[in-house]
């Protein structure tokens, strides 16, 4: 009886919670379906305005966490799967549409995303990924669609850390040619892969292509095809440490139609076959391009070609590497109104290659050539002018070289007030006479020359330099004993010539230095 009673007093207590705890669930359940509703809410599309973010640091101010998540506009924003399947175009159409009149930002995350149609982008955009390899792990644009512009601007364009990949009848970014230039278009870090044209400019006054890999184009790396009268030369622009690789048998890794000033350094060019590493086919008034800097290896046609009858206001190329096996290194046949090469490095594949290889080219049309300071190696024919005014002062001759300067000389008063200056070095390793060099031809009429030798001697042993003319008969005179200078005047008839020779002990490193100024009135004069 004890127990029951005690029972009896527990479940009287017991009840009494029930009805205090269900007292406290009436009042939160209204807190309770607000809870709910505030988590239904998250998940909708306004759910982030419900969330605050502050920046850490001074004077950071409270937003929406929407507001910060809009910072980055991605294509994954917009339905992009970017798993090399799915077709991912409308994703970035989409992107860019969402994006105010002002422009801004499209995030690529890693990923491989197809884009078959063409994207046009109107306002500025910035483009970037994470990652500009053509690898696992990367940011990939792959176009799958032949004969298509892939990306298309009326505006400016930047694109950043990405690899993008196309078919060899695709140009992959266009600026279009509109009346508003494109000042400040910006590739960099990105690598490129299968092209007709990787970047064809049609109206931009100043752009910057830097540290891009760029491979397999058909015509072009970079064509610079601004509108004609509209933005021809006016601005610069700059190309600067990326890499041109495999272009096609009739391409340029970069090509100038129409352009500002350009600053050209740091690339590496290298391609089997094409028509030049850099084309200046200039169709209206060019610029000043400055090529520096840079390795110009493979064997296309030409390593620099200017070749139009349009005027390229300056050209200087100096610090260049150029190798291979091309049928010339620098081709200026056309009107270029002032060239300066000055200090860069020829090597050849061969001084008696089965094609001859020419260094220098100078046709008829440059008016204003320097050629100073360069080196010579294995090259069949070092410089060559036609019919050309040139100043050639103190450029090195390699002994592997077959011919150092050939070709006619047809501006008599240049000719007269500059004066032609090699280096022509040579290791005497045995005491026995070296061979006969040709350095100067003498044709069409009889010659007056001055000629100033300069002779120096490094090393053990006696060093002796002659020269001869070719006028009938041979004389030889020795003209430098040890170390000196000799200067003389004398006379060569048409189809006369001088040779030098060189002779020295063993160990004796010797240069000497030939100064040759025109006296008389010349009619032509080939130099060999």
């Given at each position: 009886e004890a127990?029951?009673?005690?029972?009896?007093?527990?479940?009287?207590?017991?009840?009494a919670?029930?009805?205090?705890?269900?007292?406290?669930?009436?009042?939160?359940?209204?807190?309770?379906?607000?809870?709910?509703?505030?988590?239904?809410?998250?998940?909708?599309s306004?759910g982030?305005?419900?969330i605050g973010f502050?920046?850490?640091g001074?004077g950071?101010t409270?937003?929406?966490?929407q507001?910060?998540?809009?910072?980055?506009v991605s294509?994954?924003?917009?339905g992009?799967v970017?798993?090399?399947?799915?077709?991912?175009t409308a994703?970035?159409?989409a992107a860019?549409a969402?994006?105010?009149?002002?422009?801004?930002?499209i995030?690529?995350?890693?990923?491989?995303y197809?884009v078959?149609?063409?994207?046009?982008?109107t306002?500025?955009?910035?483009?970037?990924?994470?990652?500009g390899?053509?690898?696992v792990?990367?940011?990939?644009i792959l176009?799958?669609?032949?004969?298509?512009?892939?990306?298309?601007t009326?505006?400016i364009?930047?694109?950043?850390?990405f690899?993008?990949q196309g078919?060899t009848?695709?140009?992959?970014?266009?600026?279009?040619n509109?009346?508003t230039n494109?000042?400040?278009?910006?590739?960099?870090?990105?690598?490129?892969?299968n092209c007709?044209?990787?970047f064809?400019?049609?109206?931009?006054l100043v752009?910057?292509?830097?540290?891009?890999w760029?491979?397999?184009?058909v015509?072009a790396?970079?064509c610079?095809?601004?509108?004609?009268?509209?933005?021809?030369?006016?601005?610069d622009?700059?190309i600067?440490?990326n890499?041109?690789?495999?272009?096609?048998?009739?391409?340029?890794?970069?090509?100038?139609i129409?352009g500002?000033?350009f600053?050209?350094?740091?690339?590496?060019f290298n391609?089997?076959v094409?028509?030049?590493?850099l084309r200046?086919?200039?169709?209206e008034?060019?610029g000043n391009?400055?090529v520096?800097?840079?390795?110009?290896?493979?064997?296309p046609t030409y390593?620099?070609e200017?070749?139009s009858?349009?005027?390229?206001?300056?050209l200087v190329?100096?610090?260049n590497?150029?190798?291979?096996?091309?049928?010339?290194?620098?081709n200026?046949t056309?009107?270029v109104?002032?060239a300066?090469?000055?200090?860069?490095?020829?090597?050849?594949?061969?001084?008696?290659?089965?094609?001859?290889e020419?260094?220098i080219?100078v046709?008829?049309?440059?008016r204003d050539v320097t050629?100073q300071g360069?080196?010579f190696h294995?090259?069949?024919?070092?410089i060559?002018?036609l019919d050309?005014?040139?100043?050639?002062l103190d450029n090195t001759?390699g002994?592997?070289v077959?011919r150092?300067v050939?070709?006619?000389?047809?501006?008599v008063?240049?000719?007269?007030q500059?004066?032609s200056r090699?280096?022509l070095?040579r290791?005497i390793?045995?005491?026995?006479?070296?061979?006969?060099?040709?350095?100067?031809k003498?044709?069409?009429?009889?010659?007056?020359?001055?000629?100033?030798?300069?002779?120096?001697?490094?090393g053990?042993g006696?060093?002796?330099?002659y020269y001869?003319?070719?006028?009938?008969?041979?004389?030889?005179t020795p003209?430098?004993?040890?170390?000196g200078a000799s200067?003389?005047?004398?006379?060569i008839?048409?189809g006369g010539?001088?040779q030098f020779?060189?002779n020295g002990?063993v160990?004796?490193n010797?240069?000497?230095t030939?100064?040759?100024?025109?006296?008389?009135?010349?009619?032509?004069v080939?130099?060999?």
């Amino acid at each position: 009886e004890a127990n029951i009673g005690s029972l009896d007093a527990r479940l009287d207590t017991a009840e009494a919670n029930i009805i205090t705890l269900d007292g406290r669930l009436d009042v939160a359940e209204p807190e309770i379906d607000a809870l709910q509703a505030f988590d239904t809410a998250l998940a909708t599309s306004t759910g982030s305005t419900s969330i605050g973010f502050l920046q850490t640091g001074t004077g950071a101010t409270l937003r929406t966490v929407q507001s910060k998540l809009r910072d980055v506009v991605s294509v994954k924003d917009f339905g992009a799967v970017g798993n090399g399947v799915a077709n991912d175009t409308a994703a970035f159409i989409a992107a860019h549409a969402a994006l105010p009149a002002s422009g801004g930002a499209i995030y690529v995350p890693a990923g491989n995303y197809n884009v078959n149609a063409t994207v046009a982008f109107t306002k500025p955009i910035y483009m970037y990924g994470d990652g500009g390899a053509l690898s696992v792990g990367a940011s990939r644009i792959l176009c799958n669609t032949p004969s298509i512009d892939v990306f298309t601007t009326t505006n400016i364009l930047s694109c950043y850390n990405f690899a993008i990949q196309g078919q060899t009848t695709n140009t992959l970014f266009k600026q279009l040619n509109t009346a508003t230039n494109h000042a400040g278009t910006s590739f960099s870090n990105l690598a490129v892969l299968n092209c007709y044209r990787f970047f064809e400019s049609q109206a931009s006054l100043v752009f910057t292509v830097r540290n891009c890999w760029i491979g397999g184009f058909v015509d072009a790396g970079i064509c610079i095809n601004n509108g004609a009268g509209t933005f021809g030369d006016q601005g610069d622009s700059y190309i600067v440490n990326n890499a041109f690789i495999s272009g096609g048998a009739s391409s340029a890794a970069i090509d100038v139609i129409r352009g500002a000033g350009f600053w050209i350094s740091g690339n590496k060019f290298n391609a089997s076959v094409g028509i030049a590493h850099l084309r200046l086919n200039v169709t209206e008034a060019t610029g000043n391009i400055l090529v520096e800097n840079n390795s110009f290896e493979g064997q296309p046609t030409y390593a620099i070609e200017a070749s139009s009858a349009f005027t390229v206001t300056k050209l200087v190329a100096t610090g260049n590497q150029f190798s291979g096996g091309v049928s010339r290194h620098i081709n200026l046949t056309g009107n270029v109104f002032e060239a300066v090469i000055a200090n860069n490095t020829f090597n050849g594949l061969s001084s008696t290659p089965a094609s001859p290889e020419t260094g220098i080219y100078v046709g008829d049309l440059p008016r204003d050539v320097t050629i100073q300071g360069n080196n010579f190696h294995k090259i069949d024919g070092c410089i060559t002018l036609l019919d050309s005014s040139a100043k050639i002062l103190d450029n090195t001759f390699g002994d592997d070289v077959a011919r150092y300067v050939t070709g006619t000389i047809k501006d008599v008063f240049n000719f007269r007030q500059s004066y032609s200056r090699h280096y022509l070095s040579r290791y005497i390793e045995n005491t026995s006479n070296s061979v006969w060099k040709t350095i100067y031809k003498i044709t069409g009429v009889s010659v007056t020359l001055e000629i100033m030798i300069e002779g120096f001697v490094q090393g053990v042993g006696a060093l002796q330099a002659y020269y001869k003319t070719f006028n009938g008969a041979n004389v030889v005179t020795p003209i430098v004993t040890g170390a000196g200078a000799s200067a003389f005047s004398f006379q060569i008839t048409a189809g006369g010539e001088i040779q030098f020779r060189l002779n020295g002990s063993v160990g004796t490193n010797a240069q000497i230095t030939p100064r040759i100024v025109a006296v008389g009135g010349i009619a032509n004069v080939t130099f060999t």
